[in-house]
């Protein structure tokens, strides 16, 4: 049986905030909400709408030339890359080609990008786009991996997001707890809901949840 999932309505057009409560958690930290992202990143008429609410961050502020997808965000990358280069007296970006690209994962979770895909990287203004940023272990990885390769971070782009800035680098997102006023995270070490005895209800991370 699915979690009782709510659907909040925004200001925004055409973006919603799916989620659901309870005591969820991943291999990194335990948290009392899940926020289910998968219509903004598989639904291109939803994926529109929040390329479209985050490009005004960026268009007259920043150079991009590549758009690093994380959490499976490529949909919401291929548009927000498509609303940057439009004709727009004011865009930084339009009409200049913007790369839209997903890196591996090694098994020590380390980002990596093959021969072919690194000049995409090398010289280049990148944006991290991802699901959302809580504990910003795999943002601060896109990080990471762009200095390696010799590029430079634009930013950092989300939906959903619990900082302000990631290693030093300014995060961006459509939402933050304060949509969700009682959201908490905690290290799994100390979470006060196992130590009240309060039952994980599903494993969650970027691909969706797992009911235990």
Not at 75 to 104: F, R, W
Request: proline content about 5%; hydrophobic content about 40%; overall charge neutral.
């Amino acid at each position: 049986m699915p979690i009782n999932m709510v659907k909040l309505p925004t200001k925004r057009p055409g973006v919603y905030l799916r989620v659901a409560k309870g005591h969820f958690a991943t291999s990194h930290s335990h948290m009392n909400y899940f926020i289910d992202i998968t219509m903004q990143k598989t639904c291109l008429q939803e994926a529109t709408a929040v390329a479209r609410e985050l490009v005004p961050f960026y268009r007259t502020r920043a150079i991009v030339d590549t758009i690093i997808c994380l959490d499976g965000t490529e949909v919401i990358g291929t548009c927000l890359a498509h609303e940057m280069t439009k004709m727009d007296l004011h865009s930084m970006n339009a009409h200049q080609e913007i790369y839209v690209v997903t890196p591996e994962h090694t098994s020590g979770s380390q980002l990596l990008f093959r021969e072919n895909v690194a000049p995409m990287i090398e010289g280049k203004n990148v944006l991290i786009l991802a699901a959302s940023v809580v504990t910003g272990y795999t943002a601060a990885a896109a990080i990471e991996a762009i200095k390696y390769y010799n590029g430079y971070v634009a930013g950092v782009a989300s939906i959903f997001a619990t900082v302000d800035s990631c290693e030093g680098y300014p995060v961006t997102s459509l939402f933050n707890p304060k949509d969700l006023p009682d959201y908490a995270s905690y290290n799994s070490h100390k979470c006060p809901m196992c130590q009240n005895g309060q039952r994980i209800d599903a494993l969650v991370n970027c691909y969706g949840y797992s009911k235990l």
